[in-house]
């Protein structure tokens, strides 16, 4: 089946130094992905869509300059939190639905600690 | 757009007791549904989704549920818990024509031995 495949799946940085996480479809073309964030506690919550060749769509509320998303190819979408601080601290987790399916397949998570 | 609402954050059972988590969405176009699950620091894994056809759905790790369009409900039912089965389950919504997932808040489902 579909597999997305998400690195690290732990980081601890310091406050004011950026961290790029990676997602990669293994075995299918994504030419669209989705990044969430999850608090300690709460649910997911959609931060941004990828759109691979174009720019990402931001939900309401995400700073675009400091979530940086690059979909530069039809296998990989990063997500560079920049400047990062404490409260930036979360769980990042990504998904892609494969080609003409409504069901996406999630990546394993990244726990980001900024400290 | 679509909303979940997941009444009980906690559920606490005894194992092999039966268990139902609840799940009401609302839409104001056709929705495919989903139930996840979450183990401590992983991703989500798919339990069960309803995309079109029979209303009651069977899973893994024998779970089913039931979409009920009148209630706009999709609870989240087991006969018999394990204690394998403590995780976090949210239960999410897609409106037809997207691909993008809202969920729920999450029902922390605790079996007691």
């Known amino acids: 089946g579909a597999v997305v495949s998400q690195h690290p799946s732990r980081v601890i940085c310091k406050s004011g130094t950026s961290v790029k996480i990676e997602c990669r479809s293994l075995d299918f073309q994504a030419t669209t992905m989705f990044w969430y964030r999850q608090f300690p506690k709460q649910s997911l919550m959609l931060m941004a869509t990828?759109?691979?060749?174009?720019?990402?769509?931001?939900e309401q509320g995400v700073e675009k300059d400091k979530f940086l998303i690059n979909h530069a190819s039809l296998t990989l979408s990063t997500l560079t939190v920049t400047s990062a601080h404490p409260e930036d601290s979360s769980f990042y987790i990504c998904?892609?639905?494969?080609?003409?399916?409504?069901?996406?397949?999630f990546g394993s998570g990244t726990r980001l600690t900024v400290v | 757009a679509q909303s979940v609402t997941q009444l009980d954050s906690q559920v606490p059972v005894f194992e092999e007791a039966p268990v139902e988590l609840r799940c009401n969405y609302s839409s104001s176009v056709s929705v495919y549904l989903f139930w996840y699950v979450q183990y401590p620091n992983q991703g989500l894994q798919l339990l069960l989704k309803?995309?079109?056809?029979?209303?009651l759905v069977k899973g893994i790790n024998g779970f089913e549920a039931e979409f009920n369009k009148s209630q706009t409900s999709f609870h989240l039912r087991k006969p018999s818990v394990h204690i394998s089965d403590t995780a976090e389950y949210f239960c999410?919504?897609?409106?037809?024509?997207?691909?993008?997932?809202?969920f729920g808040t999450g029902t922390r489902l605790t079996v007691i031995p």
């Open positions: 998904s892609a639905p494969p080609t003409g399916g409504p069901l996406s397949t």
């Open positions: 309803y995309l079109s056809g029979s209303t």
């Open positions: 999410a919504v897609s409106g037809t024509g997207a691909n993008n997932l809202f």
């Open positions: 990828s759109n691979e060749g174009s720019k990402a769509t931001y």
